[in-house]
Nanobody
């Protein structure tokens, strides 16, 4: 599975961005997906996650009410709509996919990351 993020950039505080993550390869094996971010000097943290069918989502407390995760399985693409952006949202955002290798084995796949910079 290959993951490619897009949509990052520079935005002023209060603005919006929409990130996309396009999956290719053995996409049939993909189960849950998520967005992570890593700011300079900090550990990578989970921002939002979504189940295989999109019926259940989970958000970090810091982004609840501002970010929305979604996925279009027909297009093998996941999205992260980010509104009311704050300078503390500045980070490299990574796409993650959990692939089912066997009934008891999973594998994590990662994209290369896309930079999001929010200016004050």
């Amino acid at each position: 599975v290959q993951l490619v993020e897009s949509g990052g950039g520079l935005v002023q505080a209060g603005g919006s961005l929409r990130l996309s993550c396009a999956a290719s390869g053995s996409t049939f094996s993909i189960n849950a997906m998520g967005w992570y971010r890593q700011a300079p000097g900090k550990q990578r943290e989970l921002v939002a996650a979504i189940t295989s069918g999109g019926g259940s989502t989970n958000y970090a407390d810091s982004v609840k009410g501002r970010f929305t995760i979604s996925r279009d399985n027909a297009k093998n693409t996941m999205y992260l709509q980010m509104n009311s952006l704050k300078p503390e949202d500045t980070a490299v955002y990574y796409c993650n996919a959990v692939g089912l290798i066997t009934i008891a084995t999973t594998k994590n796949y990662w994209g290369q990351g896309t930079q999001v910079t929010v200016s004050s």
